[in-house]
C-alpha cells in the first residue's frame, strides 16, 4: 500500500514564506530577515517545490498570494507564532527582559492597557512599559515597538481627486523604513455614533436624518476622517457651526457620550466600550480607510524575548477583538441596509 509523505519543512524556509506573504514583497522580507532577495526567493520555490504547489502569483514589480499560498499563509503564520511563543514563554521562565511599546493614546487607554493583565500572567519576568504617542515611529532608544494605523512602505494614499476607495489616514506610520518591520493587526473601519439619549424618544433616526439634525464630533489628528467617509457613503452633508473638534478618538466619545453629537469612530473601540449599550450606530455601510492598524518593530530588536512574545500576544488580541467588532457591526447594522 503506498503511502504519502507529508514534507518536513525547514524553520527558516517557512518563515522566508511567512515575510514575503506578509509584506507581499520578496525584497521586504529579505530586509526583515537579513537576507538577500535572491535567498528568500529560493526558499519560496523550495516550498512550492516541496508542497508541489504555486504559492506565489508573479507579476511585473507585484506578488499576489494564490489560493493555496493565502491558506498556507494563515497556517504558516499560526504555526511561527505558537513556536514564538513557547520559545518565549520557556527562555522567559529563567530570564528577566525590559520592552517599551509605544501606542496610540486611544487603543492604549480603551483596549491595550485593560488586557495587559493577561500578558503579565503569561509572562511574569517581562518587564513591560507603555508609553503614548501618534508621533512617526522610529529605530532609537524610546521603544522597540510601536502600534500605529497608517499605511506601510509601498502603499499609496488616495487623493481627493481620485475615486475613493476610504477615508484618508492623516497620521504616518514611520518617515523612514530602514530597520522596521510591521505586522497588520485590524482594519480601521470607521463608523458613527451617537448616544441614545441625544433623541427623547425611541425613534430610529436614518444617518441623514441624524447628520441634519445633530452635530458633527471631529477628531484633529483625523481631519480627512468626515469628509472622505461622507463621499465614500454618497452623503453631502455640510460642515456645521456648531460642529465639535476633539483631539483623539477617545475624547471625541466622552464628547458623544456626553450628548455633543455624532461621532465618527473606529469600530474597534465599540467591540469592549463599557457604555456600548448606551450608543446607537447609524446607518450606514461601515467604511475601511485607506489604512490599518499595525505593530511596527525595530528589526534590531526582533531577537528581543519580550518582542516575540508580545508580537505573538497581540496577534491573537487583535484577532479576538477584530471577531468581537464583526459580531457588534453585524447585530447592530442587521436589517439598516
Known sequence: MHTSRTPRFNLGTLRGFEAAARHLSFTLAAQELNLTQGAVSRQVMQLENDLGTVLFERRIRRLLLTPAGQDFYV???????????????????????????????????????????????????????????????SPGPDAEIAIRVGLPPGQVQPSKTSPIEGPRIDLTMATKWDGLSFIELMPDTLVPVMSKRLVSDDRKLSLQNALVSFPRIHVSSRRHAWPDWLTAQGIEAPTRSDDVECGHFFMALDAMKDRQGIALVPALLLADLEYRQDLEILPCTPQRSAGSYHAVFQRAHASNLGVIAFLAWLQEEAAMLQTRTDSVLAEALAGSG
Do not use: C, N, Y
Open 75 to 137: 497556517a504558516s503564520k499560526a504555526a511561527l507564532r505558537l513556536l514564538d511563543q513557547a520559545a518565549a514563554k520557556v527562555q522567559g521562565d529563567s530570564e528577566e527582559t525590559r520592552i517599551t511599546v509605544s501606542v496610540l493614546p486611544t487603543i492604549g487607554a480603551l483596549w491595550l492597557m485593560p488586557k495587559l493583565h493577561r500578558f503579565r500572567k503569561i509572562h511574569p519576568k517581562i518587564d513591560m512599559r507603555l508609553v503614548s504617542s501618534i508621533e512617526p515611529f
